[in-house]
């Protein structure tokens, strides 16, 4: 099955390894970012194709080409004076007794001995590493070439943050629906999804405009979804379980605070909502949009020492805010409470938009809903570790725009940098969706367990998202020439090693058949099974 | 056999000019050889041939009206040892003692010739030892035989070429003269 392709002349675990292909073999048919396995004299290695180049044994044969329409001479000189060289970067190993066979495979720690044999991948060494299917593993993908089913441990996926990246246009949307709904299926956690293109609850569309199916409908049962703008919902024909408002006093210093730099407000602004907020308690928004330019008013900000120019900057702001057609000045229901009891019931429920599509909008909902969600969640958390009770459902918000709320200058003050930072300790877990990952906070990013990055070709994201990473440099070779659509290198905590994917297909009936939950089928089948064999 | 060494023996021709070719494989006692160099020349070192016919229609009419000539003149030619056989084994390397004077030379058939040819070892001896005619003339001649030897001629060419790039990989100019002249 394998095929061999060479052997390994030379190599370090830091530059990785290098195999000179056998005449037989064509460069043309190489791939940087497809697997190999190398056959160590004690044990197997497994890599990735970082690069491809051509070596001559004699540099005078480049100085004088040989005449290759003589089919002798290009015969052989092919492999042996002449010939391809590949570069490995080695991942991971499995010895050869059976005890390491059980163990699996580990992290690579050394380099495989000279002239070692090189052979391609094949879909068996392929599963060795990355699993098949199962309860806790979700098909993402096909890796490049081939036909076996890439599956990421979700379980484990859910346990960190984690990041889609990629530039507009390249798929991420489409992967964030497909993780979406694996995290349904596989995963105990239930999301949160604050959907600022209305793309995930009820259908989306694809690239050439046509429609496809999002999560309530494949799975009507387990998604509710929430919106801001009823209208728009109901244009676009999607059933809703919960139109949210926000009242004036559900707003809070620390939210203006993030949106300082789209609210176009000063320093000392945002200052003065702290005063306000002392000074007027839960309506100050209200009393301070209400505050009229009256002496009397001249004279109370004075003494909280807030300046005239600074109140109208405030002011203007605040006005923004309210213009908002989902602020009202008291909300009828809470929407925090709305949405905590969905997810305790297992309930995923995606917040769409509607016409919002707006960044203000955005960033005061999805940090005002997710910072008192992730409060309850604390208390709760914490609650469940003093009376030894069970802890809330792993909770995973997903976020777009990303770089909005986690740039190094506000990721300290929102609630998605403490998520980002503390991990999981409180069951709340964050997916990124960004397609500016410089943008984010170098802090954040470490943090992020498992990044799934389609094509980036700013020099900058790139590095971005791959800080940290180890063998950072061949997997920017990688990421620089994945195509355009549907390919993604995902590399990170959920996987043993990183890995070039062809992103399941979605937006077919069959796909959908594919994802779609059948284990209510199953226990149908189940019972008529039962009852055949009792007639 | 004339002239026996450790790297290569001369014999003289039964027949004036009935000389094996250039490169062809030649066998006395259990040593092999490449032919590498073939003259013709005076018996005796002193006395030059002269120029003759001057009124004789051909070349043939030349001998045919001095018989002597061709007790007069000798054919000699010099092989390079590429292996010998040793209890049944071929072994592609320097025999340990030389061939010994007076033994006979001949010329190897076909099937000999593929046996021999089966390992490409013989290369080195063939490109290492110093002889009087160019490196790549003596390989290429001498591939050229071996091949037509061969059932598959292409194959043949192409794995010896193999070799010798590995051989030579730092004679970039030498291979590329070797793998034109096996044309």
Known sequence: ?535 | MIEAGTTGFTAQCYELYALPPLGSLVKTGHIYGIVCLATTSSLEPGRKPIARGKDEASEEDIYRSSPQLSKLLKSEFQSLIVGYREDGRLCHYLPPEPARIHSFVYACPAEEMREFSRSLDFLNLLLNTPVPVPAEELVSACLRRMSRAQEDPDAFLVAAGKELAARLSGEFQLLKSILGRLK
């Not at chain 1, 908002?324 to 409470?337: G, I, T």
């Not at chain 1, 059948?518 to 039962?530: C, G, P, Y």
Request: with cysteine; hydrophobic share 40%.
């Open chain 1, 1 to 535: 099955m394998s095929e061999r392709l060479g052997m390994v002349t030379s190599g370090s675990l830091e530059k990785g390894i290098e195999v000179r292909l056998d005449g037989a073999v064509s460069v043309e048919d190489m791939a940087v970012g497809r697997y190999v396995t190398i056959e160590g004299n004690k044990r197997r290695f497994f890599g990735m194709i970082r690069d491809v180049s051509l070596g001559v044994t004699d540099p005078l044969i480049t100085a004088s080409p040989p005449d290759l329409t003589d089919p002798l001479m290009a015969q052989v000189l092919a492999g042996t004076a002449t010939f391809g060289l590949l570069h490995v970067a080695p991942y991971l190993t499995i010895g050869g007794d059976a005890e390491s066979l059980l163990e699996g495979p580990q992290p690579v720690k050394t380099v495989p001995s000279h002239f070692s044999l090189v052979n391609l991948a094949s879909q068996e060494d392929i599963e060795l590493v990355f699993g098949g299917e199962d309860e806790k593993r979700f098909f993402i993908g096909n890796p490049l070439d081939m036909e076996t089913k890439i599956c990421l441990n979700l379980p484990e996926f859910v346990k960190r943050s984690n990041g889609i990246f990629g530039k507009s246009g390249t798929g991420k949307t489409f992967l964030t629906r497909i993780l979406l709904i694996g995290l349904l299926q596989k995963s105990a956690a239930v999301n949160l999804i604050f959907d600022m293109h209305n793309e995930y609850g009820w259908s989306g569309t694809s690239e050439s405009g046509r429609p496809v199916k999002a999560l309530k409908q494949l799975f009507p049962s387990r998604v509710a979804v929430f919106t801001l703008d009823e209208e728009n919902s109901r244009r676009r024909g999607v059933n809703t379980d919960f139109v949210v408002k926000i009242g004036y006093g559900e707003i809070e210093p620390e939210d203006i605070s993030l949106l300082r730099q789209t609210l176009n407000l000063t320093e000392p602004a945002v200052e003065a909502v702290y005063q306000l907020r002392r000074r007027f308690g839960k309506g100050w928004l209200q009393s301070a949009v209400d505050l009229k330019e009256t002496e009397e008013s001249a004279e109370l900000l004075k003494e909280m020492s807030i300046h005239e120019s600074t109140f109208q900057n405030l002011q203007r702001g605040l006005a923004t805010i309210q213009r908002l057609p989902f602020m009202v000045s008291s909300a009828p229901d809470n929407a925090v409470k709305r949405i905590l009891s969905y997810l305790d019931q297992g309930i995923n429920v995606v917040l769409e938009f509607g016409r919002y599509t707006d960044i203000t909008a955005y960033i005061l909902v999805a940090n005002l809903l997710s910072r008192r969600i992730h409060s309850q969640y604390r208390e709760r958390t914490e609650r469940s570790m003093g009376e030894n009770a069970t802890p809330p459902t792993p909770l995973v918000i997903t976020i777009e725009e990303a770089h909005r709320f986690l740039n190094p200058e506000i990721a300290s003050n929102t609630i998605f940098g403490t998520i980002a930072r503390e991990m999981r300790k409180y069951n709340v877990s964050l997916l990124v969706i960004d397609q500016r990952p410089s943008g984010i906070d170098p802090e954040v990013m470490s943090q992020m367990g498992t990044k799934i990055t389609c094509l980036l070709d700013n020099e900058r994201d790139v590095d971005a998202v791959l800080a940290g990473a180890s063998g950072k440099s061949a997997l920017k070779a990688v990421l620089a020439r994945l195509e355009a659509k549907q390919q993604a290198l995902i590399f990170g905590h959920a996987l043993p090693m990183p890995i070039v994917v062809r992103t399941r297909e979605y937006g077919s009936p069959q796909s959908y058949r594919d994802f779609g939950d059948n284990r209510e089928e199953r226990k149908q089948q189940t019972q008529q099974d039962i009852e055949e064999l009792w007639d």
